[in-house]
C-alpha cells in the first residue's frame, strides 16, 4: 500500500501535468466512439480519488491545510491519470478479448467448415465419378442388347409398314371398284353402305390377311349389284366380246359431253376386263 502510495505522488505537478495532458487527450480520442469505456474510465478515476485520498488521510493523520491541498490535488492528478490509462487500455483490452474470443474462434470455425466443405465436395465428386463409371461400363455391355433390341424394332416397323401397304392397296381397289359402279349401283348399295363396311371389316385393327380377304368378298358383293343393274350379254367367245366391246363403244363417242364419255369408257374397259377374264375362266382347257 505504501509503494502505490509513493508511487502516486506527484511533487513535479508541472512535468505531471504535461503528461496527464497528452495522456487524457490521447485517451479521450481513442475512446470517441466507445460511450460504454469512457464511462469505465471516468469510474475508474472517481473510484481513484476516492482510494488515494482516503490512503493519504490513513498515513497521515496529523496534516495542515496546505498538506490536505496538496493531497486533493494528487488525488485529483492520480484519479486524471487512471482515467486516461484506463481509456487506452480499455479498448486494446476490448480489441484483445473480440480477437481472441470472437474472431480466431470465428476464423477456426470457418476453417473447419471450409475443411469439411472440401472434403464433402471431393467425397461428392468422388461418388459421381464411379456413378459416371459405373454407367460408362453398364453402356458398354449393353451395347449389343441396344443393338439386337433396335434391329427388332426396324424389322417390326418393317414388317407393319409392308402390312399397312397391304391394307392400303386393298381398300384403294375397292374404292375404285366402287366409284366405277357408284352410278349405276348406287341406290341398291349406298355409299354410307360402302364406307360402314371398310370401317367395319377393312379398319387397320385387322391383320393384313382378314383386310384383303373382306376386300375380296367386297369386290365380289359390288360385282354381284352391277350384274343385276347391268347384266352381262350372252358371250361365249372372245370375238363376240370384241363385237359388243366395239358397239358399247361407237355408242359411248355418240355422246357430246367429253367427261361423261371419259367416264364411261374407263366403266366400258373395266367391263371389258371383268367379262374376258370370267370368260376365260369358263374355256375347257
Known amino acids: ?19 496527464l495532458a497528452i495522456l487524457f487527450s490521447v485517451g479521450s480520442m481513442v475512446v470517441t466512439s466507445s460511450p460504454s469505456a469512457r464511462l469505465w474510465g471516468q469510474r475508474a478515476g ?8 482516503a490512503g493519504r488521510l490513513l498515513t497521515e493523520p496529523a496534516l495542515a491545510a496546505d498538506a490536505l491541498l496538496r493531497i486533493v490535488i494528487a488525488a485529483i492528478l492520480a484519479a486524471a ?52 463409371r459405373h454407367a460408362d461400363e453398364e453402356w458398354q455391355r449393353s451395347s449389343g442388347d441396344r443393338e439386337r433390341v433396335q434391329r427388332a424394332a426396324e424389322e417390326s416397323a418393317r414388317i407393319e409398314a409392308a402390312a399397312q401397304k397391304r391394307r392400303d392397296d ?16 348406287g341406290e341398291r348399295f349406298t355409299r354410307e353402305q360402302f364406307q360402314a363396311y371398310v370401317s367395319d371389316y377393312l379398319h387397320d385393327r385387322h391383320p393384313p ?14 360385282r354381284q ?12 367367245s372372245l370375238a363376240q366380246l ?44
Not at 500500500?1 to 505531471?16: A, G, K, N, V
Not at 386393298?170 to 349401283?185: G, H, M, Q, S, V
Open 1 to 19: 500500500m505504501r509503494q502505490l502510495l509513493h508511487f502516486l505522488q506527484f511533487d513535479d505537478y508541472c512535468s505531471s501535468l504535461i503528461l
Open 209 to 222: 390377311e382378314y383386310v384383303e380377304e373382306r376386300a375380296l368378298q367386297l369386290n365380289d358383293l359390288i
Open 81 to 132: 491519470f487512471v482515467t486516461s490509462l484506463t481509456w487506452l487500455v480499455l479498448p486494446l483490452l476490448a480489441g484483445l478479448h473480440d480477437l481472441f474470443l470472437r474472431r480466431i474462434p470465428d476464423m477456426f470455425q470457418s476453417g473447419l467448415r471450409s475443411y469439411s466443405d472440401s472434403r464433402k465436395l471431393q467425397a461428392e465428386r468422388t461418388r459421381l465419378d464411379g456413378e459416371r
Open 46 to 53: 472517481y473510484l481513484t480519488f476516492v482510494l488515494y485520498s
Open 225 to 236: 349389284h352391277v350384274e343385276k343393274v347391268d347384266p352381262a350379254p350372252q358371250i361365249s
Open 242 to 285: 370384241r363385237r359388243w366391246f366395239e358397239d358399247r363403244r361407237k355408242d359411248i363417242e355418240s355422246e357430246s359431253d367429253e367427261k361423261l364419255q371419259r367416264n364411261l369408257m374407263a366403266r366400258l374397259k373395266k367391263r371389258y376386263d371383268d367379262l374376258a377374264a370370267q370368260l376365260l375362266e369358263e374355256l375347257p382347257p
Open 170 to 185: 386393298a381398300r384403294t381397289k375397292c374404292r375404285i371398284l366402287y366409284d366405277t359402279w357408284a352410278p349405276e349401283i
